[in-house]
Each structure stands twice: as structure tokens, then as C-alpha cells.
Nanobody, 121 residues
Framework: VQLQASGGGLVQAGGSLTLSCIAS????????VGWFRRTPGKEREFVAA????????DYIESVKGRFAVSRDNAKDTVYLQMNGLKSEDTGVYYC???????????????WGQGSLVTVSS
């Protein structure tokens, strides 16, 4: 499976962006997908994840109520809708896919290139 993340950009604080993770390859609909980010001065951290059915979702506490993860398996795409963006959300966002659901990066076998999100205050 190959993943490509897109949709990043520069946005003012309080604004919104939607990241897309488009997959190519077989059986993407059987993979859980996680979003991770690397922010300045911090290690890579879990942001959100969605099960292969889309029925189970999880978020890091700091984005709950502001971010929403969804998927369209017919389009082999997972989305991360980000609202109410804050300067601390600035970073490179990565999508990852794996058979195992979880918040730990090593659970995911396949990774896309990052998409840069910059939030100006």
C-alpha cells in the first residue's frame, strides 16, 4: 500500500484545513489508518485514528472537538478535518495504515510522506 497525504497549507489561527490520505494498492478497506504529526520541538505524536470500518475513532486529547477523522473506502481515502486550528497544531502531518488499530506508530506498516500545516497566530 502506498499513501499520499495532501491538503496542508498556511492558515490563520481559528481557521480550518482538511487533509486527505489517498491510498493505492490492494485491500486498503481492510486497514486501520492513523494520523500522526511532528511539531517543532516535539517527537512524533499520535493525532487520530480510524478503524477499517470507520466505526471506531480515537483522538489525542488536545484535538478532541476540533478534529474529525473519516474515510471513504470507495475512494481509498481517509480525511482529517481540522477546525479551530491553533498555533500549536503547526507541524508535518503523516498518515499511516496497518492491520492493527492503535495509537502507537509502530503498529502501522505503511506511511505516507508528510503534509505541512502551518497555523499563524
Amino acid at each position: 500500500v502506498q499513501l499520499q497525504a495532501s491538503g496542508g497549507g498556511l492558515v490563520q489561527a481559528g481557521g480550518s484545513l482538511t487533509l486527505s490520505c489517498i491510498a493505492s494498492g490492494r485491500n486498503f478497506e481492510h486497514y486501520a489508518v492513523g494520523w500522526f504529526r511532528r511539531t517543532p520541538g516535539k517527537e512524533r505524536e499520535f493525532v487520530a485514528a480510524i478503524s477499517w470500518t470507520g466505526g471506531t475513532k480515537d483522538y489525542i486529547e488536545s484535538v478532541k472537538g476540533r478534529f474529525a477523522v473519516s474515510r471513504d473506502n470507495a475512494k481509498d481515502t481517509v480525511y482529517l478535518q481540522m477546525n479551530g486550528l491553533k498555533s500549536e497544531d503547526t507541524g508535518v502531518y503523516y498518515c499511516a495504515a496497518g492491520y492493527t488499530w492503535g495509537v502507537i506508530a509502530k503498529l502501522y506498516e505503511y506511511w505516507g510522506q508528510g503534509s505541512l500545516v502551518t497555523v499563524s497566530s
